[in-house]
């Protein structure tokens, strides 16, 4: 897979397989490349070179629909119609489950009801979007990625905005979703401890590059995280949960 931008070769042969009913985190420095990574698995920036299958079908040969019917997406910067309130911007995430005349349905409420309540945003449905803190705002979204109910999840930065508490509350979500229906998520993170916390899978990047792919314990080493972040540091067992912990020591000059 190839991504730019402006004739700006941002990603350039990078070769990456998601494993299914897992839980993968993209990590790396900022610029990177993991934005522009996961707006290409999304189908949300043209690839230049290459392609990107879902269970062996190439989606760019599936329609809107079909494929917002297996994959739901949430981009860094999501934007809504002036106005929307929270219940029907929700809502707008049935569509792909529902005909070509978009008829609403009982069911339809049901699944809004559960995603509204499971991100904590119930009490917020009758109120408009952009009266919301930001805070607020990332979980309605995170809500509607909910309510379409599809095998994959693609997150970009889905804490951003979040306070620790929730932080922690989405990704233990997002944990329990793949735990209890298998959902294949995909998420870009900043925080590597977070990362791994809940992952099965850490993708950790540079320069448009992959330096190291693998489970938690074998990909978060001071080698790496020297390497990919220029930092010096220290890894111990999380005193909690015993995945790896990034003790940070100090940058690496010239890094």
Known sequence: MSLGYDGRRVIDGLDLEVPEGRVTAIVGPN??????????????????????TVGGRDAAAMGRREFARIVGVLPQSSVAPDGVRVAD?????????????????????????????STGTADLAGRRLDELSGGQRQRVWIAMVLAQQTDIVLLDEPTTYLDLTHQLELLDLLAQLNRERGTTVVMVLHELNLAARYADRIVVMRDGGIVAEGAPVDVITDATVEAAFGLRARIVPDPVVGSPLVVPIAPVRGS
Do not use: I, M, N
């Open 31 to 52: 610029a990177c490349g993991k934005s522009t990574l996961l707006r290409g698995l999304a189908g949300l920036h043209p690839l230049d070179a290459g392609r990107v």
């Open 89 to 117: 911007l929700v809502a707008r995430g049935r569509y792909p489950h529902q005909g070509w005349f978009g008829r609403h349905s009982s069911d339809d409420d049901r699944v809004v009801a559960e995603a509204l309540a």
